[in-house]
Antibody, heavy 124, light 107 residues
Framework: QVQLQESGPGLVKPSQTLSLTCTVSGGSISSGSHYWSWMRQPAGKGLEWIGR???????DYNPSLRSRVTISVDTSKTQFSLRLTSVTAADTAVYYCATNAADGAYFYYAMDVWGQGTTVTVSS | DIQMTQSPSSLSVSIGDRVTITCRAS??????LNWYQQKPGKAPKLLMYAVSSLQNGVPSRFSGSGSGTDFTLTISSLQSEDFATYYC?????????FGPGTKVQIK
């Protein structure tokens, strides 16, 4: 059973770069049948899709964040990462990594495995 | 980009009530519609994908219907563990937006 765990700094200064890692256990990050995705959720608000990594280096990003975001996979460490540059207070949120474990979920891009989430605050 | 809307934004219901939540896409998304349940302080949980395919372990009181642009999530008889916020999400094309959520509260 695939499990995910986010990690990274809980506090980032404005204009700096937010870097988070999602560690994958119980499955292969090299499998071509997974999307490795990031979402975020400001306190008291809804979910925002950030982007995904899939296949042998393909990525899709939310256009609202595209100029600042990078999602990458490190197969040797069974981790995938989120990098968000030039952060502001508006980037303060709980950040979730997620993937799909079931074939049906993959085809319809439904995320059936989530990390517990990590809170990132942007403040000086 | 495809925009997702949900109605109502919140509703107050009693145990045993039938609950219907509506999700609408700004353009046709075929059957690429998924539903999630989120409880306070927890990650979202996938309930249903492809409009009406129940995720493993999800009770059969949950059902989904619709196609194209209009979709519904129905809880046939609300249980105490169902009080939560529900989000729809489309899987049609990037960006894969979520609806704003529907909070189901105790009356």
């Amino acid at each position: 059973q695939v499990q995910l765990q986010e990690s990274g700094p809980g506090l980032v200064k404005p204009s700096q770069t937010l870097s988070l890692t999602c560690t994958v256990s119980g499955g292969s990050i090299s499998s071509g049948s997974h999307y490795w995705s990031w979402m975020r959720q400001p306190a008291g608000k809804g979910l925002e899709w950030i982007g995904r990594f899939y296949g042998s280096g393909n990525t899709d990003y939310n256009p609202s964040l595209r100029s600042r975001v990078t999602i990458s996979v490190d197969t040797s460490k069974t981790q995938f990462s989120l990098r968000l540059t030039s952060v502001t207070a508006a980037d303060t949120a709980v950040y979730y990594c997620a993937t799909n474990a079931a074939d049906g979920a993959y085809f319809y891009y439904a995320m059936d495995v989530w990390g517990q989430g990590t809170t990132v605050t942007v403040s000086s | 980009d495809i925009q997702m809307t949900q109605s109502p934004s919140s509703l107050s219901v009693s145990i045993g009530d039938r609950v219907t939540i509506t999700c609408r896409a700004s353009q046709s998304i075929g059957s690429y519609l998924n539903w999630y349940q989120q409880k306070p302080g927890k990650a979202p949980k996938l309930l249903m994908y492809a409009v009406s395919s129940l995720q493993n372990g999800v009770p059969s009181r949950f059902s989904g219907s619709g196609s194209g642009t209009d979709f519904t999530l129905t809880i046939s008889s609300l249980q105490s563990e169902d009080f939560a916020t529900y989000y729809c999400q489309h899987g049609y094309s990037a960006p894969f937006t979520f609806g704003p959520g529907t909070k189901v509260q105790i009356k």
